[in-house]
Protein backbone atom coordinates (compact mmCIF):
# COMPACT_ATOMS: atom_id res chain seq x y z
CA UNK A 1 0.00 0.00 0.00
CA UNK A 2 3.02 2.07 0.61
CA UNK A 3 4.46 1.90 -2.79
CA UNK A 4 0.84 2.33 -4.34
CA UNK A 5 0.69 5.38 -2.12
CA UNK A 6 3.85 6.56 -3.43
CA UNK A 7 2.95 6.43 -6.73
CA UNK A 8 0.12 8.36 -6.51
CA UNK A 9 2.09 10.63 -4.89
CA UNK A 10 4.69 11.03 -8.01
CA UNK A 11 1.69 11.59 -10.66
CA UNK A 12 2.44 15.68 -10.10
CA UNK A 13 5.93 15.21 -10.75
CA UNK A 14 4.98 12.98 -13.83
CA UNK A 15 2.72 15.64 -15.54
CA UNK A 16 5.44 17.84 -15.04
CA UNK A 17 8.04 15.56 -16.95
CA UNK A 18 5.39 15.16 -19.58
CA UNK A 19 4.88 18.82 -20.08
CA UNK A 20 8.79 19.17 -20.39
CA UNK A 21 8.63 16.34 -22.95
CA UNK A 22 5.99 18.22 -24.67
CA UNK A 23 7.71 21.61 -24.83
CA UNK A 24 10.79 20.03 -25.95
CA UNK A 25 9.47 17.95 -29.07
CA UNK A 26 7.74 21.52 -29.96
CA UNK A 27 10.74 24.23 -29.58
CA UNK A 28 13.58 21.95 -28.56
CA UNK A 29 13.72 23.82 -25.55
CA UNK A 30 12.45 23.87 -21.71
CA UNK A 31 12.12 27.46 -21.02
CA UNK A 32 8.69 27.95 -22.11
CA UNK A 33 7.45 25.04 -20.12
CA UNK A 34 5.01 25.34 -17.49
CA UNK A 35 4.51 29.19 -18.08
CA UNK A 36 7.98 29.77 -18.45
CA UNK A 37 9.38 29.61 -14.91
CA UNK A 38 12.08 27.99 -16.28
CA UNK A 39 15.03 29.39 -17.61
CA UNK A 40 17.21 27.10 -20.50
CA UNK A 41 19.75 25.98 -17.96
CA UNK A 42 17.15 25.12 -15.44
CA UNK A 43 14.68 23.85 -17.27
CA UNK A 44 17.47 21.11 -18.54
CA UNK A 45 18.72 20.57 -14.56
CA UNK A 46 14.68 19.64 -13.72
CA UNK A 47 14.12 17.42 -16.85
CA UNK A 48 17.37 15.69 -16.08
CA UNK A 49 16.09 15.17 -12.15
CA UNK A 50 12.44 14.56 -13.22
CA UNK A 51 13.28 11.81 -15.54
CA UNK A 52 15.82 9.91 -13.06
CA UNK A 53 12.80 9.99 -10.88
CA UNK A 54 10.76 8.25 -13.32
CA UNK A 55 12.94 6.02 -14.34
CA UNK A 56 12.89 4.48 -10.42
CA UNK A 57 9.45 4.57 -10.39
CA UNK A 58 9.30 2.68 -13.20
CA UNK A 59 11.46 0.28 -11.66
CA UNK A 60 9.53 -0.19 -8.61
CA UNK A 61 6.10 -0.59 -10.37
CA UNK A 62 7.94 -3.06 -12.55
CA UNK A 63 8.86 -5.11 -9.22
CA UNK A 64 6.22 -4.74 -7.60
CA UNK A 65 3.69 -5.58 -10.09
CA UNK A 66 1.24 -2.47 -10.02
CA UNK A 67 -1.40 -2.41 -12.60
CA UNK A 68 -0.47 -2.89 -16.21
CA UNK A 69 -1.86 0.85 -17.41
CA UNK A 70 0.75 2.39 -14.71
CA UNK A 71 3.95 0.37 -16.09
CA UNK A 72 2.36 0.80 -19.34
CA UNK A 73 2.26 5.00 -19.08
CA UNK A 74 5.55 5.09 -17.22
CA UNK A 75 7.34 3.29 -20.05
CA UNK A 76 5.94 5.48 -22.03
CA UNK A 77 7.26 8.48 -20.32
CA UNK A 78 10.67 7.24 -19.72
CA UNK A 79 11.22 6.43 -23.22
CA UNK A 80 10.11 9.92 -24.42
CA UNK A 81 12.31 11.70 -21.88
CA UNK A 82 15.45 9.04 -23.22
CA UNK A 83 14.63 10.43 -26.31
CA UNK A 84 14.59 13.82 -25.66
CA UNK A 85 17.88 13.74 -23.18
CA UNK A 86 19.94 11.61 -25.43
CA UNK A 87 18.59 13.01 -29.04
CA UNK A 88 20.53 14.09 -32.14
CA UNK A 89 20.97 16.91 -32.80
CA UNK A 90 18.48 18.11 -35.48
CA UNK A 91 18.50 20.74 -37.84
CA UNK A 92 18.92 24.03 -37.25
CA UNK A 93 18.46 26.30 -40.35
CA UNK A 94 18.20 29.59 -38.31
CA UNK A 95 21.61 28.34 -36.73
CA UNK A 96 23.21 27.69 -40.19
CA UNK A 97 21.77 30.78 -41.95
CA UNK A 98 23.98 32.53 -38.83
CA UNK A 99 26.78 30.64 -39.36
CA UNK A 100 27.29 31.39 -43.16
CA UNK A 101 26.16 34.69 -43.16
CA UNK A 102 27.26 36.08 -40.17
CA UNK A 103 29.62 34.47 -38.56
CA UNK A 104 31.82 33.30 -41.54
CA UNK A 105 32.00 36.72 -43.56
CA UNK A 106 33.18 38.60 -39.86
CA UNK A 107 35.54 35.98 -39.27
CA UNK A 108 36.83 35.62 -43.22
CA UNK A 109 37.23 39.57 -42.96
CA UNK A 110 39.00 39.73 -40.15
CA UNK A 111 41.52 37.01 -40.70
CA UNK A 112 44.84 38.71 -41.46
CA UNK A 113 45.83 35.13 -43.26
CA UNK A 114 42.86 36.39 -45.89
CA UNK A 115 44.13 39.75 -46.16
CA UNK A 116 48.09 38.30 -46.44
CA UNK A 117 46.96 36.18 -49.76
CA UNK A 118 44.72 38.08 -51.37
CA UNK A 119 47.26 40.63 -51.12
CA UNK A 120 49.92 38.27 -52.48
CA UNK A 121 47.62 36.91 -55.28
CA UNK A 122 45.95 39.88 -56.70
CA UNK A 123 48.76 41.87 -56.26
CA UNK A 124 51.03 39.45 -58.23
CA UNK A 125 48.46 38.92 -60.60
CA UNK A 126 47.59 42.53 -62.03
CA UNK A 127 51.42 43.06 -62.00
CA UNK A 128 52.28 40.08 -64.04
CA UNK A 129 49.41 40.80 -66.38
CA UNK A 130 50.72 44.20 -66.56
CA UNK A 131 54.25 43.11 -67.07
CA UNK A 132 52.98 40.61 -69.40
CA UNK A 133 51.03 43.28 -71.87
CA UNK A 134 53.74 45.17 -72.14
CA UNK A 135 55.99 43.74 -74.87
CA UNK A 136 57.71 46.73 -75.76
CA UNK A 137 59.07 47.89 -72.38
CA UNK A 138 59.17 44.03 -71.42
CA UNK A 139 60.26 41.87 -73.59
CA UNK A 140 60.07 38.14 -73.11
CA UNK A 141 58.29 38.06 -69.88
CA UNK A 142 55.19 36.46 -70.55
CA UNK A 143 57.37 33.59 -72.17
CA UNK A 144 59.66 33.16 -69.37
CA UNK A 145 56.89 33.05 -66.59
CA UNK A 146 54.22 30.97 -68.58
CA UNK A 147 56.51 29.35 -71.06
CA UNK A 148 56.40 29.43 -74.75
CA UNK A 149 54.35 25.83 -75.42
CA UNK A 150 51.99 27.10 -72.56
CA UNK A 151 51.15 30.69 -74.53
CA UNK A 152 51.13 28.46 -78.21
CA UNK A 153 48.29 26.01 -76.47
CA UNK A 154 46.24 28.85 -75.30
CA UNK A 155 46.56 30.45 -78.39
CA UNK A 156 45.47 27.06 -80.22
CA UNK A 157 42.52 26.72 -78.07
CA UNK A 158 40.56 29.98 -78.43
CA UNK A 159 41.51 29.98 -82.04
CA UNK A 160 37.74 28.61 -82.98
CA UNK A 161 34.65 30.76 -81.62
CA UNK A 162 32.88 29.25 -78.97
CA UNK A 163 29.63 27.01 -79.65
CA UNK A 164 29.59 23.52 -78.11
CA UNK A 165 26.65 20.85 -76.97
CA UNK A 166 24.92 20.69 -73.77
CA UNK A 167 26.62 17.47 -73.42
CA UNK A 168 29.96 18.90 -73.50
CA UNK A 169 29.16 21.22 -71.24
CA UNK A 170 28.62 18.81 -68.67
CA UNK A 171 31.14 16.84 -69.11
CA UNK A 172 33.66 20.26 -69.43
CA UNK A 173 31.91 21.05 -65.98
CA UNK A 174 32.82 17.64 -63.95
CA UNK A 175 36.74 18.31 -65.21
CA UNK A 176 36.81 21.62 -64.20
CA UNK A 177 35.19 20.88 -60.78
CA UNK A 178 38.07 18.35 -59.89
CA UNK A 179 40.51 20.98 -61.98
CA UNK A 180 40.28 23.94 -59.73
CA UNK A 181 39.40 21.27 -56.33
CA UNK A 182 42.77 19.98 -57.22
CA UNK A 183 44.65 23.88 -57.14
CA UNK A 184 42.54 24.74 -54.02
CA UNK A 185 43.68 21.16 -52.32
CA UNK A 186 47.41 21.83 -53.08
CA UNK A 187 47.42 25.73 -51.58
CA UNK A 188 45.43 24.30 -48.85
CA UNK A 189 47.84 21.67 -47.93
CA UNK A 190 50.64 22.94 -48.36
CA UNK A 191 49.42 25.93 -46.05
CA UNK A 192 51.07 23.64 -43.18
CA UNK A 193 54.28 24.87 -44.01
CA UNK A 194 53.50 28.54 -45.17
CA UNK A 195 56.50 29.17 -47.36
CA UNK A 196 55.73 26.40 -49.61
CA UNK A 197 52.37 27.46 -49.81
CA UNK A 198 53.18 31.68 -50.54
CA UNK A 199 55.22 29.68 -53.12
CA UNK A 200 52.01 27.78 -54.85
CA UNK A 201 50.24 30.76 -54.68
CA UNK A 202 52.67 33.34 -56.23
CA UNK A 203 53.94 30.97 -58.78
CA UNK A 204 50.06 30.32 -59.75
CA UNK A 205 49.27 34.62 -59.72
CA UNK A 206 52.48 34.72 -61.73
CA UNK A 207 51.88 32.08 -64.39
CA UNK A 208 48.12 33.74 -64.44
CA UNK A 209 48.59 36.83 -65.37
CA UNK A 210 51.00 36.63 -67.43
CA UNK A 211 48.67 34.48 -69.95
CA UNK A 212 46.25 37.05 -69.35
CA UNK A 213 48.56 40.03 -70.20
CA UNK A 214 49.47 38.25 -73.16
CA UNK A 215 45.98 36.84 -74.35
CA UNK A 216 45.22 41.00 -73.96
CA UNK A 217 47.88 42.00 -76.73
CA UNK A 218 46.08 43.59 -79.79
CA UNK A 219 48.21 41.28 -81.78
CA UNK A 220 47.74 38.14 -80.61
CA UNK A 221 44.63 37.07 -82.14
CA UNK A 222 42.48 34.90 -80.54
CA UNK A 223 42.50 37.16 -77.95
CA UNK A 224 38.91 37.90 -77.80
CA UNK A 225 37.60 34.51 -77.70
CA UNK A 226 40.02 33.91 -74.61
CA UNK A 227 38.59 37.07 -72.57
CA UNK A 228 34.94 35.44 -73.96
CA UNK A 229 35.63 32.62 -71.81
CA UNK A 230 37.46 33.36 -69.04
CA UNK A 231 35.71 36.40 -68.13
CA UNK A 232 32.31 34.98 -66.78
CA UNK A 233 34.06 32.40 -64.20
CA UNK A 234 37.07 34.41 -63.26
CA UNK A 235 36.04 36.28 -60.28
CA UNK A 236 34.81 32.92 -59.03
CA UNK A 237 37.58 31.03 -59.60
CA UNK A 238 40.63 33.45 -58.13
CA UNK A 239 39.27 34.37 -55.52
CA UNK A 240 38.66 30.88 -54.37
CA UNK A 241 42.20 29.84 -55.02
CA UNK A 242 42.96 32.75 -52.81
CA UNK A 243 40.75 31.71 -50.02
CA UNK A 244 42.40 27.98 -50.20
CA UNK A 245 45.62 29.56 -49.67
CA UNK A 246 44.41 31.60 -46.78
CA UNK A 247 42.97 28.50 -45.44
CA UNK A 248 45.73 26.60 -45.13
CA UNK A 249 48.23 29.39 -44.28
CA UNK A 250 45.77 30.11 -40.56
CA UNK A 251 46.76 26.09 -39.91
CA UNK A 252 50.54 26.98 -40.61
CA UNK A 253 50.14 29.80 -38.34
CA UNK A 254 48.56 27.20 -35.99
CA UNK A 255 51.75 25.01 -35.75
CA UNK A 256 54.27 27.50 -35.52
CA UNK A 257 52.93 30.56 -33.38
CA UNK A 258 50.65 28.62 -30.61
CA UNK A 259 49.87 32.04 -28.15
CA UNK A 260 51.16 30.25 -25.36
CA UNK A 261 48.88 26.95 -25.86
CA UNK A 262 50.17 23.45 -26.62
CA UNK A 263 51.45 22.66 -30.24
CA UNK A 264 48.55 20.64 -30.79
CA UNK A 265 45.51 22.65 -29.13
CA UNK A 266 47.17 25.73 -31.23
CA UNK A 267 46.52 23.81 -34.17
CA UNK A 268 43.18 22.55 -32.66
CA UNK A 269 41.90 26.13 -32.64
CA UNK A 270 42.92 27.24 -35.52
CA UNK A 271 41.66 24.22 -37.41
CA UNK A 272 38.11 25.78 -36.34
CA UNK A 273 38.91 29.28 -37.59
CA UNK A 274 40.02 27.52 -41.10
CA UNK A 275 36.58 25.99 -41.07
CA UNK A 276 34.54 29.07 -42.87
CA UNK A 277 37.63 29.90 -44.50
CA UNK A 278 37.74 26.81 -46.82
CA UNK A 279 33.56 26.05 -47.29
CA UNK A 280 33.54 29.29 -48.53
CA UNK A 281 36.58 29.02 -50.82
CA UNK A 282 34.93 25.21 -52.18
CA UNK A 283 31.29 27.04 -53.06
CA UNK A 284 33.55 29.46 -55.13
CA UNK A 285 34.91 26.80 -56.51
CA UNK A 286 31.44 25.23 -57.26
CA UNK A 287 30.33 27.92 -58.67
CA UNK A 288 32.82 28.63 -60.68
CA UNK A 289 32.86 25.29 -62.18
CA UNK A 290 29.39 25.56 -63.05
CA UNK A 291 29.91 28.65 -64.67
CA UNK A 292 33.12 27.34 -66.63
CA UNK A 293 31.38 24.36 -67.42
CA UNK A 294 28.01 25.70 -68.69
CA UNK A 295 28.45 29.59 -69.71
CA UNK A 296 32.05 30.02 -70.32
CA UNK A 297 32.12 28.04 -73.62
CA UNK A 298 28.73 28.93 -74.51
CA UNK A 299 28.30 31.54 -77.73
CA UNK A 300 26.54 33.87 -75.00
CA UNK A 301 26.71 37.34 -75.82
CA UNK A 302 29.96 38.85 -74.04
CA UNK A 303 28.09 41.60 -72.46
CA UNK A 304 26.07 39.00 -70.30
CA UNK A 305 29.31 37.19 -69.19
CA UNK A 306 30.47 40.50 -68.07
CA UNK A 307 27.08 41.87 -66.80
CA UNK A 308 27.62 37.85 -64.96
CA UNK A 309 31.18 38.63 -63.57
CA UNK A 310 30.36 41.95 -62.50
CA UNK A 311 27.13 40.62 -60.79
CA UNK A 312 29.61 37.89 -59.09
CA UNK A 313 31.99 40.09 -58.01
CA UNK A 314 29.64 42.54 -56.18
CA UNK A 315 28.57 39.60 -54.37
CA UNK A 316 31.96 38.39 -53.36
CA UNK A 317 32.15 41.59 -52.23
CA UNK A 318 29.35 42.18 -50.66
CA UNK A 319 29.86 38.78 -48.39
CA UNK A 320 33.50 39.13 -47.36
CA UNK A 321 33.09 42.94 -47.01
CA UNK A 322 29.79 44.34 -46.23
CA UNK A 323 29.42 41.41 -44.05
CA UNK A 324 32.22 40.72 -42.63
CA UNK A 325 33.10 44.49 -41.55
CA UNK A 326 31.03 45.27 -38.58
CA UNK A 327 31.22 43.70 -35.09
CA UNK A 328 34.62 41.96 -35.60
CA UNK A 329 34.71 38.65 -33.64
CA UNK A 330 37.35 38.38 -30.93
CA UNK A 331 40.33 35.65 -31.21
CA UNK A 332 39.55 31.99 -30.81
CA UNK A 333 42.43 31.62 -28.75
CA UNK A 334 42.10 32.04 -25.30
CA UNK A 335 44.19 33.96 -22.92
CA UNK A 336 43.98 35.07 -19.17
CA UNK A 337 41.51 33.29 -17.22
CA UNK A 338 40.52 31.62 -20.41
CA UNK A 339 43.32 30.06 -20.95
CA UNK A 340 43.54 28.62 -17.41
CA UNK A 341 40.62 27.01 -17.88
CA UNK A 342 41.72 25.72 -21.76
CA UNK A 343 44.69 24.59 -20.29
CA UNK A 344 43.33 22.75 -17.36
CA UNK A 345 40.43 21.28 -19.32
Request: with cysteine; proline share 4%; hydrophobic share 45%.
Amino acid sequence: MRIAKRMKDRQPQWEELERLCDAMELRGKTDKALGGSYSGAEGIQRFASLYRSACADLALADAYQLPPATVAYLHRLVARAHNQLYRANRVDFRSWIDVLFVEAPKRIFADPCVRVSAIVFFGLFCLSMYLAFHEQQFPGYAEAMAGQSALEQAEDSFEQPLNASLGHYIVMSGFYIQHNTGIGLRCFAWGILIIPCLYVLASNAIQLGAVFGYMARSETASGDHFFQFVTAHGPFELTAIALSAAAGLRLGIGLFYTSGLSRIDSVRVNASRAVPIMGASAMLFVLAAFTEGFLSPSPAPYVFKAFWAILSSGLISFYFVILGFHDQPTSDVPSGKAKEDWDAA
